[in-house]
């Protein structure tokens, strides 16, 4: 069974450091990876998607790489902001429609 | 626009009800997805639906049932066989269905959420 791992669970940055989020998987079998973010209370958005073909993504200060063959793919964010404060969440496709998600990195970027 | 819209956003129940959360989608999306979210946990997959008439348990569909009669719409009640209802609860769709099209599954949308509270 595919299990999503995420690390650290937390993280807390002084305000422009660039940092990177972790997400590492078992199954390297995958449709394509996605990067959420899940402010408190609210639904997660998708900030970025690589399908299985791909290596890398990039939507403004934001990077996610793919190496399914090490089952790992990583989340970039330049100069971080406190607006950038949140949970950020990798899932994974497999081939059968289904979802699997980690457990997310709670981010905390101080002014 | 388009995207997923979830009721209630807050919801209360006493013991011994059955309640509906509803979750509809304007994105012409054919697959359907419950998730329930507890402090601190990742997302657990209660029910999803890949087609009209048609859907499948996920890991903890004990206490859930769900329909869906309507591509747009994907109701879940929380029944009073659910011990422990309290939760946030998530819906999602995606468009293309894997293997029954035949096309590359695509990105993952989210409602708001709603949030159970037992009283």
Redesign the interface.
Known sequence: KQEVTQIPAALSVPEGENLVLNCSFTDSAI??L?W?RQDP??????LL?I?SSQREQTSGRLNASLDKSSGRSTLYIAASQPGDSATY?C?V?D?????Y????TKLNVKP | DGGITQSPKYLFRKEGQNVTLSCEQNLNHDAMYWYRQDPGQGLRLIYYSQIVNDFQKGDIAEGYSVSREKKESFPLTVTSAQKNPTAFYLCASSMAAGWFRGGVPGELFFGEGSRLTVL
């Open positions: 449709y394509n996605q959420f209370g609210k639904g997660l958005t998708s998607l399908q969440l899932a496709l081939n059968f429609n289904k979802f998600f980690g457990s997310g």
